[in-house]
Nanobody, 124 residues
């Protein structure tokens, strides 16, 4: 099974920035096998798809983070990133790295592999 290690979460003030990392074997795009995405779940809310990268093609799903969050990858490090800027209190959530065998999709339950999640808290 594919396994992820997520890092970069924590406490940040409104207007600040964080970069989340998702690392693990098989995450590089050379295989052309997995699409990698970022989802989040705020307390009492449904899972929300943020963005996904398939090779070097990027898909953005959530209007609430467009222009503030950017997905990218470093194949040499087997790592996918989510750069988060201009953070707001309602960005507080558990953020998950996810993988899918046959391409990007905005529906959470279509993804085959999930990381354990990393907590992001935006508060002054």
């Amino acid at each position: 099974q594919l396994q992820f290690v997520e890092s970069g979460g924590g406490l940040v003030q409104p207007g600040g920035s964080l970069r989340l990392s998702c690392s693990g074997s098989g995450l590089s795009s050379g295989s052309g096998y997995y699409a990698i995405g970022w989802f989040r779940q705020a307390p009492g809310k449904e899972m929300e798809g943020l963005s996904c990268i398939d090779g070097e093609i990027i898909y953005n799903y959530a209007d609430s983070v467009k222009g503030r969050f950017t997905i990218s990858r470093d194949n040499a490090k087997n790592t996918v990133y989510l750069q988060m800027n201009s953070l707001k209190a309602d960005d507080t959530a558990v953020y998950y790295c996810v993988a899918r065998r046959v391409g990007c999709n905005p529906a959470a339950m279509t993804y085959d592999y999930w990381g354990q999640g990393t907590q992001v808290t935006v508060s002054s």
